[in-house]
């Protein structure tokens, strides 16, 4: 199976659960590069799955202004104070990557691959608490931006670790087609 099916399979899973979740239609998916240590949002929101194997860590990265004014828009509840905003967005946030968490966990138990899965916290983009991934360990990262009108709403960032190569490859060549969401 080409690794690349994880690449297009959470790029269709995210994209679906965004729109499900925030109720904005016209949205789009595209990769982006970025660096280990790079920020790239004022929050984070942060889940891990893991297992003996291997772990993988999903974060979003947002902007509550930017994202919080096209929530209101699109579900016609306006907060009514900054404080009221950075909470429905945080929530916002922290329900998206626990949808995430939970969909990666499905498909991998459909594969008799079982993992604990965190739950999710949020924090600082600047103050980003947890990165399992060192140049020494095998690992695979995505990251998409989620666009609507020409503008970031949101950053996902997924990053597969593995103990080993051959534990790494397994994960990446999993027949994700096979699995419906």
């Known amino acids: ?78 907060p009514t104070s900054e404080e009221e905003l950075l909470e429905s967005v945080h929530d916002f946030s922290r329900e998206f990557i626990s949808i995430m968490a939970g969909g990666l966990k499905s498909t991998f138990k459909f594969f008799q691959i079982d993992t604990g899965v965190s739950l999710p916290i949020t924090t600082s983009g600047l103050d980003q608490f947890f990165d399992v991934f060192t140049l020494q360990s095998p690992h695979k990262k995505y990251t998409f931006k989620i666009n609507h009108q020409n503008q970031i709403l949101y950053i996902v960032d997924i990053r597969v670790k593995a103990g080993n190569e051959s534990n790494l490859q397994k994960i990446l060549d999993l027949d994700y087609e096979q699995f419906k969401f």
């Open 1 to 78: 199976m080409p690794s690349d099916q994880i690449e297009t399979f959470f790029k269709k899973f995210g994209l679906s659960r965004f729109k499900t979740q925030s109720y904005i239609e016209d949205l789009d998916i595209e990769p982006m590069s970025s660096k280990n240590d790079e920020v790239m949002g004022l929050w984070t929101t942060s889940a891990m799955l893991s297992n003996q194997e291997f772990s993988t860590v999903i974060k979003g990265h947002y902007t509550p202004l930017l994202l919080g004014s096209e929530l209101a828009k699109s579900l016609g509840d306006v």
